[in-house]
């Protein structure tokens, strides 16, 4: 597997990725963790810059809004204290760039999804608080909650908010299954159900240790998913899980400040992603159930990546925070 960068833009610590694909449009959207830019790259313009803002920043999470060219974002999420501040903010498209608006402030909001309800066309909103409150960088004390509730995109407003009966310390990872998603934390890899009409939302625990991220991918092609997660906040080694959640294997190498992580197919096979953004700052390609692995590259520190296709043809994003860069990767097998 070779992957040869194609594209590469500056951004002060870049941090969340998105595709953006609707109305014969095709976008790539990178945003950044400080109070810096988020850009748009028009992938059918050889990657036409567009600035979606030019401050604020602080954006941890990115969600397309269906069918449209909107979405809505997380801002104001900065280091360490300062995010009781943080906000979620619609953006518009107008044809040729995004008009925002505020839907107000939501503090210490590190991962939020909308889920669509199939039938009404409403949206199912969590968010996901790293912390409820913080006195200083490091203070752990008051842990994080999972917030739900719904979405109203005519009013581009949030009602019915409400915290589930559970604190998550260190409440930081978040990905969504198909219907359902896993939330991670110190406490453990969780499972949250979606309301029906005969059932409230339901939070399950999977496994106990410490997670900070999670992905998941058929790596050995049996039919079933495997999980991988990254252990400990932030932390340097990697699990691997069975679809079960029985630990299969773990990482031999610290891999220090763990972050980027992606599950999914490659060149008609599954693999997961993994990249980290301390010591050696570098971002391979887990092939199998052993956590072997092959190296991208070094000294990128990247904070988020994606795999995305575009006229048949292969592509890693990667926000490569430790170098300021916005990079893109053409993948091939030869």
């Avoid at 609707?22 to 790259?41: G, H, K, T």
């Avoid at 409820?132 to 719904?150: A, C, H, I, R, Y």
Wanted: charged letters at 20%; hydrophobic letters at 35%; a negative charge.
């Amino acid at each position: 597997m070779k992957f040869s960068k194609i594209f590469s833009d500056q951004l002060d610590h870049c941090y969340a990725i998105m595709r953006l694909q609707a109305l014969d449009r095709d976008f790539i959207i990178v945003a950044s963790e400080e109070n810096q830019p988020c850009y748009a790259y028009d992938l059918d313009n050889h990657f036409k810059k567009t600035t979606v803002w030019s401050t604020v920043g602080g954006t941890m999470t990115l969600v397309p809004l269906p069918g449209s060219l909107n979405f809505l974002a997380t801002q104001k999420f900065y280091p360490g204290f300062n995010s009781q501040h943080c906000r979620i903010v619609k953006e518009t498209f107008n044809g040729t760039g995004w008009d925002q608006t505020v839907i107000g402030e939501f503090p210490y909001i590190h991962r939020f999804d909308l889920i669509p309800q199939s039938e009404s066309g409403a949206y199912w909103y969590v968010g996901c608080s790293i912390a409820n409150s913080k006195k200083f960088t490091d203070d752990w004390s008051d842990p994080g909650k999972v917030w739900v509730g719904t979405y109203d995109d005519e009013q581009a407003k949030l009602t019915d908010l409400r915290a589930l009966p559970i604190r998550i310390t260190k409440n930081h990872g978040y990905h969504r299954m198909a219907g359902y998603s896993l939330i991670t934390g110190a406490e453990g890899i969780f499972r949250l159900d979606y309301p029906s009409q005969t059932s409230d939302w339901h939070l399950q625990q999977l496994a106990q240790k410490e997670t900070s991220d999670i992905a998941a991918a058929d790596i050995n092609g049996d039919g079933q998913l495997e999980y991988l997660a990254i252990e400990g906040f932030h932390g340097s080694r990697l699990r691997m899980y069975d679809a079960n959640f029985n630990s299969v294997a773990t990482s031999k190498f610290a891999t220090p400040f763990g972050h980027a992580i992606w599950g999914g197919e490659i060149a008609g096979r599954d693999y997961f992603l993994f990249g980290w953004r301390a010591g050696k700052q570098g971002l391979e390609l887990i092939k199998d159930l052993q956590l072997d692995a092959t190296l991208i590259g070094e000294h990128l520190g990247p904070s988020n990546v994606t795999v995305f296709a575009k006229n048949k043809q292969q592509y890693l994003l990667s926000a490569n925070r430790e170098a300021n860069e916005v990079a893109v990767y053409q993948i091939s097998t030869k």
